[in-house]
């Protein structure tokens, strides 16, 4: 589904991205763990097609096409989702219509007859269940005066309603209590299927407990210097990071 | 020819025009009313035109392009418009008094003013000739004349325009809107000259909307004065939608009494070149004023917005929102002062100017100006120009939305707190649809 080869990214003059390697298959679930500045929201953001970072060496095939060619429309079209690490608050405009309008624009792109007012509300009633989102936020403006918990529920209200096939979840659980946790978490986990792939970028392995990875890879200083399986998030959690420093030193 | 010649040239030219106006008056006019305009001649003489360094004109050189663009060789005229002129214009059949002023005179055949009770229009000549109390206590009473030169020549030529009086305790139920529509070939002036006294209690929406049915270029020069009584609710909102070709320059002197409330919206968007001066002077205590403004240009057009809010007694509420939408090679010009006079204590005033420039060429001139002479007040003020927000673009982007969609939802969101409170159904539809239609 996703391959990703020698990917080089900076923004401005820092190079943050040194070569990543990745290939994501339908149906998995990867987890990207690391310190603080390794390059993890970075990677989420060129996948999203974020234009503040320029990809300076290497490519990324989605669905056998050159995902770095789209715009972050079309990827979004053809099913790539980002949830936000720090969702925007976009006064004025409100929940309800910023949803009809992506939703009809993605339907457009495939080929599909818009939703009229009735069906689209049906749609989101059934959604809204899968993050036990309350249903007034929709008539607020887009995130504005959210708590922390609400912009993250949003952000996979979002992703249920979009229905994408590769969802990178950037930092989801940070700023969030356990129990938001749980329904976030029990949100993505409803959304899983086999023809669909799941990257979870996170801090913690807190999350990892609640959506259980097949993978695990270790990003550091913008390289993935580690992979393994869920159990190496646990050892993550346990030893932190510094073990990894520490083996890395050694093969220099 | 050298600035200043042209300036007096300029100067000349009106006082010939005068001279053939008192002449057209026939001496039918109240004295009082002419020693009202005479007066207003001779301010205009002595302070002349505003020149290109004129602080309050530095960013609009209105005289130079009067200059450049006008001969001034006639009045405008009248009796060309016919009633099926008026199938598109605008709110002409809504459910609304509605006055009909051609070329700055009111067509009492076309306007539907339904007779309504405490509610007096009428044709502002008509007025005069009348001369009652309310008229003769307001008419160049409040606007100063002797401080801007395009409010004196406007004085010096008030005959046309109209007069609104709404008795104290009268809600009128609909709308007034008044239409100004220019016609006729080739350049025109006119100076319409409007006087609206709400008494004690009574609640009112004016509206006034400004459509070009002419060719060639217009220079409407208008100044209207509005008294706000005793706790009387005032809802005023302009509309500015006229050909490239028409300069227009409005003078509105607002005074407010005791807790009285008046909202003013300003929306513009086509013309050559707009300038609005807006003043609104809290007389007494617990005053309410709110500014709204929106302009949206595109083209050659320039916009200016100078508004003066002069909080003179304790108390008072003042709150400002001017927001611009500006693009190919325009212009936007905002210059708020508010006055917090001495006694003026427990004053709030706010006020707030942003404007997104949607192109290279686009420019704005933003200047807040905040004069306090009380020591126990609440101000402040905040302005900002710049692009569209990078993040919120592509987080509605990552949504699958196109980036032209995304501008545009941004655009629209923008604007909408200027809007959103706008009551009157007909006016915010249209509005919108001007929106719309300046954006997609």
């Not at chain 1, 792939?197 to 097949?214: E, F, G, N, S």
Request: proline share 3%; hydrophobic share 35%.
């Amino acid at each position: 589904m996703l391959k990703i080869k020698n990917l080089h990214a900076r923004i401005e003059d820092k190079e943050i991205l040194k070569g990543i390697n990745l290939e994501v298959k339908p149906g998995e679930v990867h987890a990207i763990m690391g310190p603080n500045g390794s390059g993890k929201s970075t990677l989420a953001s060129v996948l999203a097609g974020r234009e503040d970072y320029e990809v300076t060496e290497g490519s990324v095939e989605y669905l056998g096409e050159d995902l770095l060619e789209k715009a972050p429309e079309d990827r979004a079209r053809s099913g790539v989702f980002l949830a936000f690490q720090y969702p925007v608050e976009i006064p004025g405009v409100s929940s309800t219509n910023f949803l009809k309008t992506a939703v009809n624009q993605v339907r457009e792109f495939r080929g599909e007859k818009p939703l009229d007012a009735v069906g689209f509300l049906q749609m989101i009633k059934e959604k809204m269940k899968l993050v036990d989102m309350d249903q007034s936020l929709l008539g607020r403006s887009l995130n504005e005066g959210f708590s922390g918990g609400e912009k993250k529920r949003n952000e996979i209200f979002q992703m249920a309603v979009l229905d994408p096939k590769l969802a990178i979840l950037d930092e989801t659980d940070s700023g969030l209590d356990i129990d938001a946790l749980k329904i976030v978490a029990d949100g993505v986990n409803k959304l899983k299927s086999p023809d669909k792939a799941t990257i979870v970028v996170t801090h913690y392995q807190r999350l990892l407990d609640y959506i259980v990875p097949d993978f695990v890879h270790v990003l550091y200083q913008g390289k993935i210097v580690k992979s393994g399986d869920k159990n190496l998030a646990l050892q993550l959690e346990e030893k932190g990071y510094d073990w990894i420093k520490e083996e890395l030193k050694a093969t220099v | 020819m050298s600035t200043k010649s042209a300036k007096a040239e300029l100067e000349n030219i009106f006082n010939t025009h005068f001279e053939d106006f008192e002449k057209s008056l026939n001496g039918l006019s109240e004295k009082s009313t002419h020693e009202i305009r005479k007066s207003a001649l001779d301010s205009l003489n002595h302070i002349g035109f505003p020149g290109n360094k004129h602080e309050e004109y530095k960013y609009t050189p209105l005289t130079r392009q009067l200059q450049k663009n006008f001969r001034f060789e006639r009045f405008a005229s009248t009796g060309k418009l016919k009633l099926e002129d008026l199938k598109d214009v605008p709110f002409y059949n809504e459910n609304a008094h509605i006055v009909v002023l051609e070329n700055g005179v009111v067509n009492t055949e076309l306007s539907k003013v339904n007779g309504a009770q405490g509610l007096g229009i009428m044709p502002l000549k008509e007025a005069f000739k009348q001369n009652n109390e309310a008229l003769a206590n307001n008419f160049g009473r409040h606007l100063f004349a002797e401080k801007d030169a395009f409010a004196a020549l406007n004085t010096a030529f008030a005959e046309n325009g109209a007069y609104i009086h709404i008795e104290r305790n009268t809600s009128v139920e609909k709308p007034i809107v008044l239409l100004y529509i220019t016609t006729g070939s080739g350049e025109l002036t006119y100076h319409p000259r409007n006087l609206i006294v709400a008494e004690e209690n009574c609640e009112v929406n004016v509206i006034e909307s400004f459509t070009s049915l002419n060719k060639g270029n217009a220079f409407i020069n208008q100044s209207s004065e509005i008294v706000v009584e005793k706790n009387a609710r005032f809802n005023y909102f302009k509309l500015q939608n006229e050909s490239e070709s028409t300069y227009h320059i409005d003078n509105t002197q607002v005074v407010q009494h005791r807790d009285s409330l008046f909202n003013a919206y300003t929306f513009t968007f086509d013309g050559a070149l707009i300038r609005n001066n807006l003043n609104i002077a809290l007389e007494e205590e617990h005053c309410e004023a709110h500014m709204y403004g929106l302009y949206l240009t595109h083209g050659k057009t320039h916009v200016d917005n100078h508004t003066v809010v002069d909080h003179k007694e304790p108390n008072s509420f003042s709150n400002e929102i001017y927001k611009g939408i500006v693009n190919d090679h325009s212009k936007g010009v905002f210059n708020g002062k508010i006055f917090v006079r001495q006694p003026a204590q427990k004053t709030n005033a706010f006020q707030s100017n942003k404007n997104i420039l949607l192109s290279d060429n686009a420019t704005v001139n933003t200047k807040p100006q905040l004069e306090i002479w009380a020591d126990d007040v609440k101000c402040s003020h905040g302005c900002t120009t710049g692009q569209l927000d990078e993040e919120s673009l592509f987080y509605l982007r990552s949504r699958g939305i196109s980036l032209q969609k995304a501008r545009n939802i941004l655009l629209h969101a923008f604007a909408s707190d200027v809007l959103e409170h706008v009551s009157i159904s007909f006016l915010k539809e249209h509005v919108e649809y001007l929106i719309h239609k300046e954006l997609d």
